[in-house]
């Protein structure tokens, strides 16, 4: 362990639930463009899975994604919870969802000898996009929170034992193993193809590709804490990573060859500290992310 944290430096509801009014705390600097969407209340504190239940009754099928209190801050998000974090009755944690017509911020408090978890309705995630960084001190037990480790240079994700991250001097290495019974197709004729042909198919693997980067967020990105200063919602976002992303004409080529490649790079940014971070896919379930250091 000593010797992983020096390689990551280097790197330079059983509860009974009610409707609550939120803390008179949350209410505070909270603008037309921000506002308070609801609470539910847990007296004796969201014990087990009950926390995740309720999340998931109000967010749907949508995902929620950790809010990281040292990376890039939404100036809507920070509207909400700016009081909260100046007070003493400061948030346990906080999530947010995107997959509704406005983002959901779900902020967890305590209440008494409970909880309260605080929703939030935002006008939009109006951070502006800065360049892609790594933090210098990385620690394991937070950043790895969610994994076990099995050697001095290996984690498995505690759920998903074919998630898995590689840590040495060099580089991290996250990979997601989950073959597809059927591979993606790729059509040895397509350079014969009409433009219209062509087009048509270029935007069925864009759309798959996209699927796929998605795929990675959720599984690398999502499942560690503090690696970067883009919060998770930054990472989909267009005008964040749009010039990271394949492109169209990229993608063309890669047809154009008639045969599957052995890996596609769907993103790919040198981050501000030199590093480099690649997210890769098979397109037959294998998925990868690789942050390489200068």
Request: some cysteine.
């Amino acid at each position: 362990m000593r010797k992983l944290l020096a390689v990551l430096v280097f790197f330079t509801v059983c509860a009974t639930f009610s409707f609550a009014a939120p803390v008179a705390s949350a209410k505070a600097n909270v603008n037309s463009s921000t506002k308070i969407y609801g609470a539910v209340e847990a007296k004796e504190g969201f014990a087990g899975g009950r926390l995740f239940d309720v999340l998931d009754s109000v967010g749907g099928s949508g995902t929620w994604m950790e809010w990281d209190v040292n990376g890039v801050r939404d100036p809507s998000v920070m509207k909400a919870i700016d009081p909260l974090l100046n007070s003493s009755n400061k948030p346990k944690m906080i999530w947010a969802i995107t997959e509704r017509e406005k983002p959901l911020l779900a902020v967890l408090l305590p209440k008494g000898a409970g909880e309260v978890i605080v929703f939030y309705e935002l006008g939009a995630f109006d951070a502006k996009p800065v360049p892609l960084k790594l933090n210098k001190v990385l620690t394991p037990d937070v950043v790895f929170r969610d994994y076990r480790q099995i050697s001095e240079k290996e984690f498995v994700h505690l759920d998903r034992s074919n998630l898995k991250i590689l840590v040495t001097d060099k580089l991290i290495r996250f990979t997601y193993d989950n073959p597809d019974k059927t591979p993606l197709r790729y059509d040895p004729d397509f350079a014969t193809k009409t433009l219209v042909d062509k087009h048509a198919e270029v935007n069925d693997y864009l759309g798959f590709l996209r699927y796929e980067y998605s795929m990675m967020l959720r599984a690398f990105v999502q499942s560690t804490r503090g690696i970067f200063n883009w919060q998770p919602w930054h990472w989909y976002m267009d005008k964040w990573n749009s010039k990271f992303m394949i492109t169209a004409k990229e993608i063309e080529m890669i047809l154009s060859k008639g045969v599957p490649p052995e890996y596609i790079t769907v993103f790919k940014a040198k981050a501000s500290g030199g590093e480099m971070v690649e997210m890769r896919t098979t397109g037959n379930g294998f998925l990868e992310m690789v942050i390489t250091r200068p």
